[in-house]
Protein backbone atom coordinates (compact mmCIF):
# COMPACT_ATOMS: atom_id res chain seq x y z
CA UNK A 1 0.00 0.00 0.00
CA UNK A 2 2.80 2.06 0.45
CA UNK A 3 3.86 3.01 -3.62
CA UNK A 4 -0.21 2.52 -4.34
CA UNK A 5 -2.46 5.38 -5.19
CA UNK A 6 -5.55 3.71 -4.01
CA UNK A 7 -6.61 0.92 -1.47
CA UNK A 8 -9.61 -1.22 -1.20
CA UNK A 9 -10.43 -3.15 1.40
CA UNK A 10 -13.68 -4.78 1.96
CA UNK A 11 -16.62 -3.21 4.55
CA UNK A 12 -15.70 -6.18 7.39
CA UNK A 13 -11.91 -5.82 6.95
CA UNK A 14 -9.24 -4.05 8.66
CA UNK A 15 -5.81 -3.00 8.87
CA UNK A 16 -3.12 -4.01 11.42
CA UNK A 17 -0.65 -1.74 11.74
CA UNK A 18 2.08 -3.26 14.25
CA UNK A 19 5.03 -1.24 13.52
CA UNK A 20 8.40 -2.54 14.43
CA UNK A 21 8.53 -4.42 18.13
CA UNK A 22 10.45 -7.40 19.37
CA UNK A 23 8.57 -10.57 21.58
CA UNK A 24 10.35 -12.58 24.38
CA UNK A 25 9.22 -16.00 25.32
CA UNK A 26 9.67 -17.30 29.03
CA UNK A 27 9.07 -20.18 30.49
CA UNK A 28 9.65 -20.15 34.42
CA UNK A 29 6.33 -19.60 35.52
CA UNK A 30 5.18 -22.55 33.22
CA UNK A 31 8.23 -24.45 34.85
CA UNK A 32 7.44 -23.27 38.13
CA UNK A 33 4.04 -24.88 37.97
CA UNK A 34 5.29 -27.91 36.56
CA UNK A 35 7.85 -28.74 39.54
CA UNK A 36 10.51 -28.48 36.67
CA UNK A 37 14.02 -26.94 38.57
CA UNK A 38 16.34 -25.43 36.12
CA UNK A 39 20.44 -26.01 36.99
CA UNK A 40 22.14 -23.65 34.75
CA UNK A 41 26.07 -23.51 34.76
CA UNK A 42 27.68 -20.19 32.96
CA UNK A 43 31.17 -19.19 31.71
CA UNK A 44 31.24 -16.17 30.76
CA UNK A 45 30.16 -13.00 30.67
CA UNK A 46 27.50 -12.61 28.15
CA UNK A 47 25.89 -16.34 28.41
CA UNK A 48 22.09 -15.55 28.14
CA UNK A 49 20.78 -18.39 26.21
CA UNK A 50 19.09 -19.68 29.54
CA UNK A 51 17.17 -16.53 30.28
CA UNK A 52 13.69 -17.80 29.18
CA UNK A 53 14.14 -20.74 31.79
CA UNK A 54 15.13 -18.93 34.37
CA UNK A 55 13.18 -15.39 34.07
CA UNK A 56 9.86 -14.79 33.92
CA UNK A 57 9.94 -11.09 32.27
CA UNK A 58 12.59 -8.83 30.62
Known sequence: ASVADELHL???GFVLLRGLAR????FK?????????????RVGE???FSEPFT????
Open 10 to 12: SAD
Open 23 to 26: YGTY
Open 29 to 41: DALDRLGVKVHVF
Open 46 to 48: YKS
Open 55 to 58: RSDM
